[in-house]
């Protein structure tokens, strides 16, 4: 990137290169040089605003963040999307997941859970929680021990049938459940979850 960056000034660095450079720099803890690059950005921000408004980058900003503790740097960003996007496009709600995840794995539950509502009760119903939204947040409360919220959420607050059963939902509650020790609850669950889908015993071999 820094070649392109120095060798390459001509070349216009669209938000795609940006996109797969904060991934990098997650997947590869580069965390100093992603921020670097974030801060490089900021300081021509109306030039590079098509680049710090895209939603890719802005998820992936996010995650990066999230993975060194920077929660700060997270909500700005998750600020700076909610007051620039209409939310009228499903797809949307990755930088949702990508918030919520953050949280999450900081243990940071509560405000998990709040964003989780704020999503739940948006006016604009195009985006809505999907199955990596449920799953995100029951395997945070998987390993923070809040076994309580990941049960409610189940309970109370999937209303989409299609959702509530969907095999990774199930397996995350199951899994959140037996890290508590509530083996009986768990196989519970299991067994309402092949009574709904009508999955024999046994095919589903990651829940069991």
Known sequence: FKQLRTKYVALDVQAITYCILFEACTMGTAYHFGQQMH?????????????LSDLVVQTNLINMYGKCGRLDMCQAIFRHFLSTHSRQHESEV????????AFGRNGDIDSAKNTLLQLHHEDNKHVTPNVKTYVIFINACSHSGHVTEAQQLWSNDIMDTELKYNKYVMTALVDCLTRKGDI?????????????????NGSNKVMW
């Open 184 to 200: 009986d609850s768990a196989m519970q669950r299991i067994m309402e979850y092949e009574r709904n889908t009508n999955e024999a």
């Open 94 to 101: 990755v930088i949702w997941n990508a918030m919520i995840h």
């Open 39 to 51: 801060e490089d950005l900021q300081q021509n921000a109306d030039e590079n605003r098509h680049i």
